[in-house]
């Protein structure tokens, strides 16, 4: 059975700071893997997706991925925070066939001026 | 423009009263889910469908309903049997239907925030 457990509740970082964002998944087989980010009161947003054609991963608004088999990770980071970062940030695993995504609980990320 | 449009933005729901939550995509995707989301608790799948005219449940479809005679809708009925509607719920689509796999990338409407008065 596939899992996903994101590390952090929450996150706090200051503006222009790197971001790291800590997920750990478990599955059967060789996974699909994706972050989404979502801001308050709206739907969610692929941010970037792992789908063994590489292993680092390059998404939307400077954010980067890397997939780690040996460490079943998938860290979310970005060099540099900006204001526009703090959102909830979501890790979700994927088989092939015909099962559904699952999620993790999300880590929320604030950005201190 | 392409994408998903979920209807009302805010819905209020008197106890034992039945609503329904809609949900449209003009993607030409195969696959429809509805989430339900609290906070702390991430999304939880509700029902979802792989094709028109066939759904399965999720891990919370109690008190919840949902059809799907075409392929753009897919609406959720939250029953007066579900205890504690009061939640954010989420509509996402996906291209592939029954085959899966790696591009099972999902697609989110804005959602409905649901409050039983």
């Given amino acids: 059975a596939q899992s996903v457990t994101q590390l952090d509740s929450h996150v706090s970082v200051s503006e222009g700071t790197p971001v790291l964002l800590r997920c750990n998944y478990s599955s059967s087989y060789s996974p699909s893997l994706f972050w989404y980010v979502q801001h308050p009161n709206k739907g969610l947003q692929l941010l970037l997706k792992y789908t063994s054609a590489a292993t680092l991963v390059k998404g939307i608004n400077g954010f980067e991925a890397e997939f780690k088999k040996s460490e079943t990770s998938f860290h979310l980071t970005k060099p540099s925070a900006h204001m526009s970062d703090a959102a909830e940030y979501f890790c979700v695993v994927s088989e092939r066939g015909n099962t559904p995504l699952v999620f993790g609980k999300g880590t929320r990320l604030s950005v201190i001026a | ?117």
């Fill in chain 2, 1 to 117: 423009d392409g994408g998903i449009t979920q209807s009302p933005k805010y819905l209020f729901r008197k106890e034992g009263q039945n609503v329904t939550l809609s949900c449209e995509q003009n993607l030409n995707h195969d696959a429809m889910y509805w989430y339900r989301q609290d906070p702390g608790q991430g999304l939880r799948l509700i029902y979802y469908s792989q094709i028109v005219n066939d759904f399965q449940k999720g891990d919370i479809a109690e008190g919840y309903s949902v059809s799907r005679e075409k392929k753009e809708s897919f609406p959720l009925t939250v029953t007066s049997a579900q205890k504690n509607p009061t939640a954010f719920y989420l509509c996402a689509s996906s291209r592939p239907g029954l085959a899966g796999g790696p591009d099972n990338e999902q697609f989110f409407g804005p959602g409905t925030r649901l409050t039983v008065l």
